[in-house]
C-alpha cells in the first residue's frame, strides 16, 4: 500500500504541476488578440462551457465549433482563391483544349479578363470549375491543388495563398481545441479543395471539413476501384445550405460559429439560435492598410445583413482593424 | 531537482503499472470470438499497423474502420428494422390518414401482410419512408425513433431492437478504438435513424454515421430556425454509393471494412484495395438456432458475390456460428 500511496501523491503534485505550466503561458491565450469586447467574449464562453462546476458548462462531445473558411480563415481577395486556381488551371490545361481560346469563360480566364470573367456570371463560373475540377480522382484533384499552392502566390502580397491565413484565427483554432472543441470547417468552397490543405494549415482532418461539392461516382476501371469526380453539382454550401451541410456531416448543432459574410448568416442564425451558451462571431473586414476593406457592397465576401442584426442577435463583431494585433503569420 | 527527479520515476512507474494491468486483462481482446482464423487476423492486422517499429505502422489518423450496420452491427431479419419501424409509425399516423385503409402500401403495412408490402416493390418502400420519415425536424424524428426503440420488440426475440446488436462486434468496436481507430456505420439505412442511437448503443457519435438519407431544408418557421425533413432521397447509401459516402464525409479511404451483405460488397473492394495493411471482414450469418441463416437466396442481406470473391480477395469470412462464442449481449 505504500508504494501506491506515494505514487497517488506523486501523481497529484505532478499533475498540479501541469497545470500551473499550462496556466503561466506568458502571453494568455489568443496573443494575436487585442484586449477588447471580441477577446473577452470568446474567453468568457470558453470558460464558462468548460466550468464543470458551472451551470453553462457543456459536455466535450457537444463542443462543436463550425468556421467558414473564405474570408474568415484565410482572405478571399480580389477574388476567391479557388477561383485564382480555377483560372490558373485553365492555363494549365489549354494546351489540350485549343477551343478555349475563342470560347467565354475560357477565353477570359486565359486571358486574365476578370471583368469578362465576372461577366459570364455564375453560369460561366460553373463551367470553369466543372472543366477545372472534374474528370479526376479526390486524390489526384488534391495533388493538383496542392501542386499550385506550392507555387502559386497573391497578386498582392506575394505569398503563397496558404500563409494568407489570419494568425488570430489559427490562434482561436488552438484555444478551441485546447479546451476540448472539435473544429469543423463549413465552406462556401469546394470540399476536396480545402481538405488538399486543411490538415498541414489549420490542423483539421478531412472528415472535419464540409463545403460545396461536385457529383463522385465509383467505379471499376480497368480493374481498379476508382472513385471519379463528375462536372456535376451535388451540393452547394452556401447561405441557407450550411445549416443543412452540418446536419448532414455532423449531426447535431454546433454551439459556436464564425463567419465573415452574409453567406455566413444562416450557420450562424442556427448555430446561436440553440439552448444554452452560444458564440456567433463574424469578422469585419476593415483593414484596408493590413488586408482588405470591404463590406456592404462588396461582391466577394458582402456583408449586409450581418452587421445590421448580428449585434442585436448578441453575434460579435470582430474588427480586423482593431481587435486583431496581427493579420497573418509572420512571414517564413 | 530532487523532486523532479522523484516524480519523473513515480510516474514511469505508474505509466508502466499501468500498461501491464490493461496486459494483465485475463481474457485478451474480443472475449466472444473463438480461436480460430478470423479472430487471429482481426488481432493481427491490428498488432501490424500499432507496432510503431513494424513496416506496416499506420498512423493514429489514418486508422479509420467502416462498419455497415443491418446485419453486421444488429440483426436485419425477418425485416430491416427500419422497415419494421416504418410499420409501427404507419399505425401511430394512421388515424390522420383515413385514406391509408384502401391504399397501398399503406393498408399491407396496417394490416401487417409482409407480402403485399414486399409486392408494392421499392416504390411502395419508399412511399413508405417518405411517409413516415418526413415532415419534421432531424431531432424530432430522433426522438420519435427513440420512443419506439424503448417500447418495440423482435418477433422472434422478444427483446429490445438494441439488444440485438452482436456481442462479438460490439466487442470490435471497442477493440479497434483502444487502438486508435475511429470507427464509422456507414448504413444503407437512413443516417438520422442509425445517428438516434448509435452513441448509447456502439459508442458511435452522430458525425461518425454515414447512411441513406432524404433532402433536409434550412427555413425560419415561425421565427424559429429549423431544419425540416422532406420526402425527397437526397442519397442511397449502398452498394456503389457506399465508397461515395464515404468520401463525402471521411474524405479518405479508411483502412478496415466490415460488412454482410452484397450491399457492402463496393465498400470492402474500395477499402481493401488500398495501398499498405487493409482488413475487410464479411459476417456469414449460418446460425439458424442462435440468430438466422441466410445467404445467397436472401431477400434481405443477401451474400452471394462476397461468399465466392472474398476469400480470392484477401477477406474473411466470419461465420457467426463457429466464430461467435455469444451473439447477443447477455439479457439486461
Redesign the interface.
Known amino acids: 500500500m505504500k508504494?501506491v500511496e506515494?505514487?497517488r501523491i506523486?501523481?497529484l503534485?505532478?499533475s498540479l504541476?501541469v497545470v500551473s505550466a499550462a496556466r503561466a503561458q506568458p502571453a494568455g491565450p489568443l496573443p494575436s488578440w487585442n484586449d477588447g469586447t471580441a477577446r473577452a467574449r470568446i474567453v468568457a464562453f470558453v470558460q464558462a462551457v468548460t466550468d464543470k462546476a458551472g451551470k453553462d458548462h457543456v459536455a466535450p462531445?457537444e463542443r462543436?465549433a463550425v468556421f467558414d473558411n473564405d474570408g474568415t480563415l484565410w482572405s478571399e481577395q480580389p477574388a476567391y482563391f479557388q477561383l485564382l486556381f480555377a483560372i490558373d488551371r485553365v492555363k494549365a490545361l489549354a494546351p489540350k483544349h485549343p477551343e478555349w481560346k475563342t470560347s467565354q469563360p475560357f477565353k477570359a480566364a486565359l486571358e486574365g479578363d476578370m471583368k469578362a470573367l465576372a461577366a459570364s456570371g455564375e453560369k460561366g463560373l460553373i463551367e470553369l470549375v466543372m472543366a477545372t475540377h472534374a474528370g479526376n480522382t479526390?486524390e489526384e484533384f488534391q495533388k493538383v491543388v496542392r501542386d499550385w499552392l506550392a507555387t502559386a502566390r497573391h497578386p498582392k502580397f506575394k505569398r503563397p495563398y496558404t500563409e494568407l491565413v489570419f494568425q488570430p484565427m489559427l490562434e482561436l483554432l488552438d484555444y478551441l481545441r485546447a479546451n476540448g472543441f472539435?473544429t469543423y470547417i463549413v465552406s462556401g468552397g469546394g470540399?476536396?479543395f480545402v481538405?488538399a490543405w486543411s490538415?498541414q494549415v489549420y490542423g483539421i482532418?478531412?472528415?472535419q471539413?464540409i463545403g460545396s461539392?461536385i457529383r463522385?461516382?465509383?467505379?471499376?476501371h480497368k480493374g481498379?476501384?476508382t472513385?471519379v469526380r463528375l462536372p456535376e453539382i451535388n451540393f452547394i454550401d452556401d447561405k441557407?445550405?450550411?445549416?443543412?451541410g452540418i446536419?448532414?456531416?455532423?449531426?447535431?448543432r454546433p454551439i459556436a460559429a464564425f463567419g465573415n459574410s452574409d453567406g455566413d448568416f444562416?450557420m450562424l442564425?442556427?448555430v446561436t439560435?440553440g439552448p444554452g451558451p452560444r458564440l456567433g462571431l463574424i469578422v469585419h473586414h476593415d483593414d484596408a492598410g493590413r488586408e482588405f476593406a470591404y463590406d456592404r457592397k462588396s461582391h466577394i465576401g458582402r456583408l449586409d445583413r450581418g452587421l445590421d442584426e448580428g449585434p442585436k442577435r448578441g453575434w460579435t463583431i470582430a474588427s480586423m482593424k482593431n481587435d486583431w494585433k496581427a493579420v497573418y503569420p509572420a512571414a517564413r
Chains 1, 2 share one sequence.
Open positions: 508504494l506515494t505514487l506523486a501523481l503534485v505532478a504541476a462531445a462543436i479526390p472539435k470540399i476536396e481538405r490538415q482532418p478531412p472528415e471539413v461539392s463522385t461516382k465509383y467505379e471499376v481498379v476501384p472513385l441557407a445550405g450550411k445549416p443543412v446536419q448532414q456531416h455532423i449531426g447535431r444562416q442564425e442556427w439560435a
